[in-house]
């Protein structure tokens, strides 16, 4: 595969085949990347979460610097032959990741904006999942509503910035716990951090960050202590607190069935 060849078959300039050649050389082998390239008002058009890079050159421009808190979430390197849930994926930053690390199948799950209800949407999710020419599979689904049946059993599952944003945590826990067979990876906004027994701060109100879809706040052994109820055997501190957003400190924790 070369420039000149690109060109001819697939009747692009030369700097879109000098970009598509290089995405070409960068993606793993199991994604066949597409030929559409993003033209900037595509991407302009969608208000992007994460930053996700679609190759040759284009990140999505997301509120969050999604590849700089990677490193803290200890997503295994290799995920060779796992399938993978991804709850409350938004733009998929994480769903993509698994499938690059070499998940066999990865589920993305959204419920909130991909339904409308929040300042973003699916598009970006779509339009990612296009250009990098991902398999990712797509499931709009409350995580009220996850269960062996709705959705399946997972090896892994990512649960990312949602816990939060539950009225009801426990529960949710308990339904998080039905669809992971191995290995829950969370990582959540924290509050109450003076007290040594678990506690959880509610948010009746817009309190933080004047969002009303916030509803708790978690200490570290209030997590600790839920994750147990709700069947985990083994539960670790991966990393935090992180302070990405400065009033938000936020810990991960990784859990085993
Ligand atoms: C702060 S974002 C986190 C996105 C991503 N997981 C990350 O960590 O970058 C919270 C996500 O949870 C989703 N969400 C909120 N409530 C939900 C619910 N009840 N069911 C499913 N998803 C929900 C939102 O739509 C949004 O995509």
Same mark, same amino acid.
């Given at each position: 595969?070369?420039?000149? %060849?690109?060109?001819?078959?697939? %009747? ?124 990712? @599979? =797509? ?5 009220? =509503? ?8 997972? =090896? ?34 924290? =509050? ?31 997590? @600790? ?33």
């Amino acid at each position: 595969m070369n420039v000149t %060849k690109l060109k001819r078959d697939l %009747k692009v300039t030369g700097r879109q085949a000098v970009r598509l050649l290089k995405r070409l050389t960068t993606l793993p082998q199991s994604r066949q990347p597409s030929a559409e390239v993003p033209s900037p008002n595509s991407i302009a058009a969608i208000t992007w979460f994460h930053r996700i890079d679609l190759g040759g050159g284009t990140v999505t421009p997301g509120v969050e610097d999604t590849p700089a808190k990677l490193p803290t979430f200890g997503i295994p390197e290799h995920l060779d032959g796992l399938s993978v849930l991804d709850i409350g994926a938004w733009d998929g930053f994480f769903s993509f990741e698994a499938e690059r690390r070499g998940a066999r199948r990865v589920l993305a799950t959204d419920h909130f904006c991909w339904g409308g209800g929040g300042w973003g949407t699916q598009a970006g999710f779509d339009l990612a999942r296009r250009i990098l020419g991902s398999k990712v @599979e =797509d499931k709009r689904v409350d995580v009220l =509503d996850l269960s062996p049946e709705t959705v399946g059993v997972f =090896d892994l599952v990512f649960f990312f910035g949602v816990l939060y944003h539950m009225r009801h945590p426990l529960l949710a826990l308990e339904r998080v716990a039905s669809v992971t067979k191995e290995q829950l990876i969370l990582e959540t906004h924290l =509050d109450m951090l003076d007290c040594d027994r678990p506690a959880m701060a509610f948010y009746p109100g817009s309190e933080i960050a004047q969002d009303s879809t916030n509803w708790c706040g978690p200490n570290p052994p209030m997590v @600790e202590a839920m994750l147990k109820t709700v069947g985990f055997r083994k539960v670790i501190i991966h990393s935090g607190p992180n302070y990405f957003v400065p009033y938000s400190p936020r810990m991960v924790f990784h859990a085993w069935k």
